[in-house]
């Protein structure tokens, strides 16, 4: 069975301070797919990022980096100077991928972020 | 415009009621899946399908039906409808190029009551 877990359920800072979410996984199998999902609270689920399990470089776009290191199972997001705009539920989740096709996502718990004026 | 939508946005069932909930796609995924949400509980995958006429049951599929038979739409159909069904319902569809599995796209959701 997989697991996310995002052990991180409500993180505040004050606006312009980096903060990083930490998403821990379980998977037994050997290809697989990782996201990051933004919730704001108007209720959508925006898109931020895939990884798959043979790709560990890291990412940057603009203001967001993650961070994938297979050895530790983790895929961590760091939002660098922080605005009042990402404050949002941000999702890890993980999708198996085989001869099948993709099972479906399989999401963390989420967590709350409030960035402060 | 392109995307995935569902509909109805809002719904009140009585206990016992049946229903269906729309989702449809138009952007030729072969991958479609139905997820709830539950606060403090993320969302939790109900079914999902991998093509026209294959499903499989995800984490939470009691009390819950579904079929594909066509790439474009998956219903999903509660039964005899509880109040542990309460929930907001999210639709979402993703495929494969070049042997990559992109992004899922969501609906917008259906907020249920039951009462």
């Known amino acids: 069975a997989q697991k996310v877990t995002q052990a991180q359920t409500e993180i505040s800072v004050v606006e312009k301070e980096d903060v990083t979410l930490d998403c821990v996984y379980e998977t037994r199998d050997t290809t697989y797919y990782l996201f990051w999902y933004k919730q704001p609270p108007s209720g959508e689920l925006v898109f931020l990022i895939r990884r798959n399990s043979f790709d560990e470089q890291n990412e940057i776009s603009g203001r967001y980096s993650w961070n994938f290191q297979k050895s530790t199972s983790s895929f961590n997001f760091t939002i660098t100077a922080s605005q009042v705009v990402d404050s949002a539920v941000y999702f890890c989740a993980l999708s198996g991928y085989s001869g099948g096709g993709a099972d479906g996502l399989t999401f963390g718990k989420g967590t709350h972020l409030i960035i402060q004026p | 415009n392109a995307g995935v939508t569902q509909t109805p946005k809002f719904q009140v069932l009585k206990t016992g009621q049946s229903m269906t909930l729309q989702c449809a796609q138009d952007m030729n995924h072969e991958y479609m899946s139905w997820y709830r949400q539950d606060p403090g509980m993320g969302l939790r995958l109900i079914h999902y399908s991998v093509g026209a006429g294959i499903t499989d049951q995800g984490e939470v599929p009691n009390g819950y039906n579904v079929s594909r038979s066509t790439t474009e739409d998956f219903p999903l159909r509660l039964l005899s409808a509880a109040p542990s069904q309460t929930s907001v319902y999210f639709c979402?569809?993703?495929?494969?190029?070049?042997?990559?599995?992109?992004?899922?796209?969501f609906g917008s959701g259906t907020r249920l009551t039951v009462v």
């Open positions: 979402a569809s993703s495929h494969t190029a070049r042997g990559q599995l992109y992004g899922y796209t």
